[in-house]
């Protein structure tokens, strides 16, 4: 079995938003979506179903829901039907877990999937089952599920040792939902404005409501095979999975790994492992997806990942460098902030756009983009995950 | 006419996990209920391993270094300094009422727990700023209802925040 590679081939998604749809509607919607990027593959040519989903058992509902899924979109699946529970990465670790059953020899054609019907009739369980996403008996007592807390200290304690400024967090949120405006599928399609970010709700501060990504439901498919599959289903060219790192040091915030809550060293380790893994670094990659769950994600991101000094992501980003013609253009469908982030179809939908970009066929493309990587963080800042694709193969 | 029902009638004075936002400290659920047990005593407390030493928050069953079950209880300190306070007035799942006032805290150099982030309670919004020292508070949380063989009682709870301490 040994040189065989994985990689991905075929993408799509349901509309993301608020929803009026069950879970597994949307499911059925996402996996026509997918085969239709790929008419040449039926439903009886997919061997294997990842499906990736956290808050299904608790807002639907339903447990052991692989095989569910699988008779509902006319799988039968017979090297792998499983769901994967890593929150917001589930997307991400569903394409890691597919490309290692590939590679062994184990799969050929496996749908990944991943999504979230966030959206309870009554309004008060999408913010209460947030309590579930962090240590519960430590850290959910404290507040510490619902996330925008978290992500204001990480805000205050970036501004006070880097000096980065508010309006840096904002020219963030207006650079993704730019991308996103001509994201039909995405949660919204809106211009924002300095002053429509600065004067908006507080959500909690620094933090307000354009500075955090919103909870949608949605789901996205895509379609990882061999490189011999690949070649049979498709004339397009090849995307390979070069390689990726899942890394947790941490669970409670007690015991946060960095010097201060400003300083990824586990975002730093996952991107090490990554680069050296995938045989290549922040120097060769032309497209990015980044986890922008809220705006100061996004500014960590660009300096842990190497794309600028530590401390300097603010400044990286107003001057305009993840925008196209950019160092590294970034979140290029909308990132999370616009489509929104319905947990485990975010990597996903990632994973479809790097696809896409370097197929030469996305709709905001990165002239010429050969390699390009997506990022997630998980729950309270527990795990980081990368996964890096490129137009030729590690070799 | 019978009055209309709505939602789940039958889970009046039940208990549900999935919905409780604080522990389950009952000795019959939890072999770690001695740090609860300690909480009413006022004590902030966790395990040290007593083959390796090894200090671990949360506690523990087992030493995560060196898989010894041999563990003992030892204090914590129950004061310590604002590194940075967030206050949050939005976004509430329905057990906390705004603003909930947070902070990251500073246990000390020579704390096994360097650090730690805390509900802060019996404080006015827009009182706390980094800097301020603030001690370790018990209060009570609601109980709840546990069968176990033919027994069937209400069991109380506690947890546990910081406050401000006076100036």
Request: hydrophobic share 40%; net charge neutral; proline share 6%.
């Amino acid at each position: 079995m040994a040189n065989r590679r994985a990689c991905i081939i075929a993408g799509g998604m349901c509309k993301w938003g608020v929803r009026e749809a069950s879970y597994i509607d949307m499911v059925q919607e996402a996996a026509k979506e997918c085969l239709a990027d790929l008419p040449t593959l039926k439903p009886k040519g997919i061997d294997g179903l990842i499906f990736a989903s956290t808050f299904v058992g608790r807002r639907s509902c339903q447990a052991n829901t692989a095989p569910v899924v699988a008779e509902r979109i006319g799988l039968k699946p017979t090297s792998i039907c499983a769901r994967v529970d890593v929150l917001c990465a589930g997307g991400s670790t569903s394409i890691l877990m597919a490309k290692g059953l590939i590679e062994s020899g184990m799969a050929e054609v496996v749908m990944v999937m991943g999504g979230e019907k966030l959206y309870t009739p009554e309004r008060w369980q999408v913010q209460y089952d947030e309590i579930a996403s962090v240590d519960h008996d430590w850290d959910g007592p404290q507040n510490v599920g619902p996330p925008p807390l978290l992500f204001a200290f990480i805000a205050k304690d970036h501004m006070r040792h880097y000096g980065t400024k508010r309006e840096a967090l904002a020219e963030v949120s207006i650079a993704n939902y730019d991308y996103g405006l001509n994201n039909p599928k995405g949660h919204f399609q809106k211009k924002l404005s300095l002053e429509e970010v600065l004067t908006a709700k507080d959500i909690a501060p620094p933090l307000g409501m354009f500075d955090c990504c919103p909870l949608s439901d949605g789901f996205a498919a895509a379609i990882i095979a061999s490189e011999e599959k690949a070649r049979e289903l498709t004339e397009r060219p090849l995307v390979y999975i070069r390689g990726g790192a899942q890394l947790s040091l941490h669970s409670v915030t007690a015991n946060w790994p960095g010097d201060h809550l400003g300083d990824w060293p586990h975002l730093r380790l996952a991107a090490q492992k990554a680069y050296e893994r995938a045989k290549t670094g922040p120097g060769e990659i032309n497209v990015a997806q980044m986890h922008d769950c809220f705006s100061i994600s996004e500014i960590i991101e660009v300096e842990e990942l190497g794309f600028c000094k530590k401390g300097e992501g603010g400044a990286f980003i107003a001057e305009g460098q993840t925008r196209l013609g950019g160092r590294i253009p970034t979140n290029t469908d909308g990132g999370l902030l616009s489509c929104g982030h319905p947990f485990g179809g975010t990597g996903i939908r990632q994973a479809i756009e790097i696809m896409k970009q370097l197929q030469g066929r996305a709709t905001n493309q990165v002239k010429g983009a050969v390699m390009g990587m997506t990022h997630n963080l998980s729950g309270a800042n527990v795990e980081h995950t990368i996964v890096i694709y490129g137009r030729e193969p590690v070799r | 006419m019978a009055t209309k029902e709505i939602g789940i009638p039958f889970l009046e004075g039940r208990y549900s996990p999935t919905l409780d936002i604080w522990p389950i400290e009952a000795k019959e659920f939890n072999r770690i209920y001695k740090f609860y047990d300690h909480l009413r005593e006022g004590r902030f407390t966790t395990t040290k391993c007593s083959e390796c030493g090894y200090i671990a928050y949360p506690p523990r069953v087992i030493c995560p270094e060196c898989y010894s079950d041999q563990l003992e209880w030892i204090d914590l300190p129950k004061r310590g300094k604002v590194l940075e306070v967030v206050e949050k007035w939005g976004g509430l799942p329905l057990c906390f009422k705004p603003p909930l006032i947070s902070a990251w805290i500073d246990l000390g150099k020579e704390s096994p727990l360097k650090r730690l982030l805390s509900r802060i309670i019996n404080c006015p919004p827009g009182t706390l700023k980094a800097g301020d020292e603030v001690q370790f508070v018990v209060f009570d949380v609601p109980s709840h209802p546990i069968e176990w063989g033919q027994e069937r009682r209400i069991v109380d709870r506690v947890y546990f925040a910081f406050e401000p301490v006076k100036k």
